[in-house]
């Protein structure tokens, strides 16, 4: 199987989120790719732990080769990625390696993630743009470094989409419109469930 997966708080799942999947979706032969949403992520504390795993189920709902997995709700400890990547090198015929879709602000950190030098030889990097022009040719610079040391990577050519789940958060929070920032699925779920007022 050729697997790709994306992972996160998805706190919650946004436009940009779909937007980079249903791209790679269009770029490469992958069989599948996995949003996995953080249970309990090692350096936040997000909370709404089953809200954030069924929005995410809803926003996916209906797009080809993109599904959910609760693997991180399954173990009852901290998400860490490597973790993750170890149990589906066992739960799947894995083809290659796994590729995992990353942003220019978290692959900036790599190093400093849980058991880094054992997780790059596990993975192909997908890196997406995040941040403006200027910071982007920056990142490029240090990437190759990355590079260097064993980071195995592409940078995908799609253009910036600057959206976040601050920004829906924040969005909810002041009574403001989050139509065109989340599906139409997740924005019903979010009103129904309260979400993100206080």
């Known amino acids: 199987m050729k697997l790709c ?5 998805f706190n919650p799942i946004h436009n940009a989120h779909l937007r980079v999947c249903e791209y790679v979706i269009s770029c490469f032969d992958f069989d599948k790719i996995l949003l996995i949403p953080a249970s309990k992520p090692p350096h936040k504390d997000t909370g709404l732990p089953v809200h954030r795993l069924k929005m995410t189920e809803l926003a996916a709902s209906g797009i080809k080769k993109l599904e959910v997995s609760d693997i ?5 400890k901290k998400s860490y990625t490597f973790d993750t990547i170890c149990e589906l090198y066992k739960q799947y015929d894995i083809e290659g390696k796994i590729h995992f879709l990353i942003g220019t602000d978290a692959f900036r950190n790599i190093e400093t993630w849980y058991r880094a030098d054992e997780l790059k030889n596990l993975l192909h990097f997908i890196v997406f743009q995040r941040g403006d022009a200027k910071e982007f040719d920056a990142d490029l610079k240090y990437f190759e470094k990355l590079r260097q040391k064993g980071y ?17 958060r924040n969005n909810v929070k ?10 139409k699925s997740v924005e019903n779920y979010i009103k129904e469930n309260g979400l993100y007022r206080f």
């Open 5 to 9: 997966v994306s992972q996160g708080t």
């Open 174 to 183: 002041m009574g403001l419109s989050i139509a065109n920032l989340v599906p």
């Open 152 to 168: 195995n990577y592409d940078i995908m050519e799609l253009p910036y989409l600057d959206v976040s789940s601050t920004q829906v």
């Open 72 to 76: 991180e709700y399954r173990r009852d």
